[in-house]
């Protein structure tokens, strides 16, 4: 049994769903761990991960328009300091989670046919985003 | 140290919350890792994972009745081709999320008096869905 | 590659974000292990952990305010006998989740910059709460 781990840096091109599968299972790949168990941990607080249908990008439109609708700007909060999109997005990141853990079977993350790995950014304007990755097994 | 995986098989009545408690903690006994943690991963993008109240079963109905409202059918999405009950099933799965991670001590899930570990199924017709378990321990 | 474990006690306030990052901390140092992966599961139902600014005070109660009216009291719940504010906080349990996982490297928790460990209390009233806290790495 052993573990690997790393730092994973992503720019996001402001508020959106960011696919990341590719990056992160390659990262899975080369630790040549066949067996176990991944974690991903998304290290901000209007930032976070989802895993979501990798398909057709109206789903991930969709998703981020109803986010926006749950949680819209200006709707009286006390935290405004830092711009009408930042209260937003702390209750968006705790609405969808910061970690996932996601079995390792073959060398490769069961997901499932249609499920991709999100980083999602809900502040508007482009942000560098790290991502703690976390791979034991053996 | 040590680890398991398997992949759980169910079916589901179409919408609600399936208590499958008692299959993956047999999964874990059998197992026979005493000490450990397990990790549950749905592999699907419209049905979810999720813990809550074991005993009151107007619990689980008041959490679908309001998962219901949250994203209700036909609220303007702009991906609809799948059957108005989609969308919202997306929406739920990632508000909910698809995986868990549960200690495991004495052979036994720390699982708390009252909870119960749910497989929730978001679209209106029954499905097969699979969940991926895996632990690791001793 | 061993593993640690145990049983963390908290006495919430009532209603709110409490702050667990220091316990929390503390325990995975005295733990001992540098590289590994830390699990915590909160053991109820109406409580729950989550992760979000650790600096504003002020967002910690617009995020309360937030879920106290997405998940109001006293709206046409089936499950009402156990109290007005019973129902609402197995919703907002449900929303929020009951496990995290963060990686830990040089002995510490790869939290960002601005991240703290909140326990949040859904119940109106002061409670025991448990959270079983689980530590695998070397």
Redesign the interface.
């Known amino acids: 049994?052993?573990?690997d781990?790393a730092?994973l840096e992503f720019r996001t091109p402001g508020c959106g769903l960011i696919d990341i599968t590719g990056e992160v299972s390659r990262w899975v790949r080369d630790s040549g761990i066949a067996?176990?168990?991944l974690?991903l941990?998304c290290?901000?607080?209007s930032a976070s991960l989802?895993?979501?249908?990798n398909a057709?990008p109206?789903?991930r439109?969709?998703?981020i328009?109803?986010l926006g609708r749950?949680?819209p700007e200006g709707?009286g909060?006390?935290?405004d300091d830092e711009g009408p999109d930042d209260?937003p997005a702390?209750?968006k990141?705790?609405?969808?989670?910061?970690?996932?853990?996601?079995?390792v079977?073959g060398g490769q993350l069961?997901?499932?046919t249609?499920?991709g790995i999100f980083l999602a950014e809900h502040r508007d304007r482009p942000h560098n985003r790290?991502v703690?990755?976390?791979i034991?097994?053996?």
């Open positions: 049994m052993r573990q781990a730092i067996l176990g168990m974690t941990f290290r901000h607080t989802l895993i979501n249908e057709a109206a789903v439109r969709d998703l328009r109803w749950i949680a709707d909060y006390e935290h209260m702390h209750i990141a705790m609405l969808t989670g910061n970690s996932l853990t996601i079995p079977s069961l997901l499932g249609w499920q790290t703690a990755s976390h034991l097994g053996e």
